[in-house]
Nanobody
Framework: QVQLVESGGGLVQTGGSLRLSCAAS????????WGWYRQAPGKQRELVAA???????NYADSVKGRFTISRDSAKNTVDLQMNSLKPEDTAVYYC???????????????WGQGTQVTVSP
């Protein structure tokens, strides 16, 4: 079993910054891809940023130029640097990882429990 734990959420004012981190642990052979998603009250969960297996990022149009996703494969972690935050960024943020587990190397998707980000006007 694999566990993902997010940290770094909190309350910031418009224009501020936060750095989210997600750490994976458990029966991990390797982590192939990472993603950050968010869900605001009454809204669908949406992809914010993702890294493919080669480390190439992609971003939602709403966060391009403001957010940066990065990984540390040796530590099994992924970060999301969020700058110039806006009230519309307020949501629960979730990390997701595609993980090859030991010993079979079969791949599964795992989700964290989420961390609240609130941006006040």
């Amino acid at each position: 079993q694999v566990q993902l734990v997010e940290s770094g959420g909190g309350l910031v004012q418009t224009g501020g910054s936060l750095r989210l981190s997600c750490a994976a642990s458990g029966s991990i052979f390797s982590i192939n891809t990472w993603g950050w998603y968010r869900q605001a009250p009454g809204k669908q969960r949406e992809l914010v940023a993702a890294l493919d297996s080669g480390g190439t990022p992609n971003y939602a149009d709403s966060v391009k130029g403001r957010f940066t996703i990065s990984r540390d494969s040796a530590k099994n972690t992924v970060d999301l640097q969020m700058n110039s935050l806006k009230p519309e960024d307020t949501a629960v943020y979730y990390c997701k990882a595609r993980v090859a587990i030991t010993p079979t190397r079969l791949m599964y998707l795992y989700w964290g429990q989420g961390t609240q980000v609130t941006v006040s006007p």
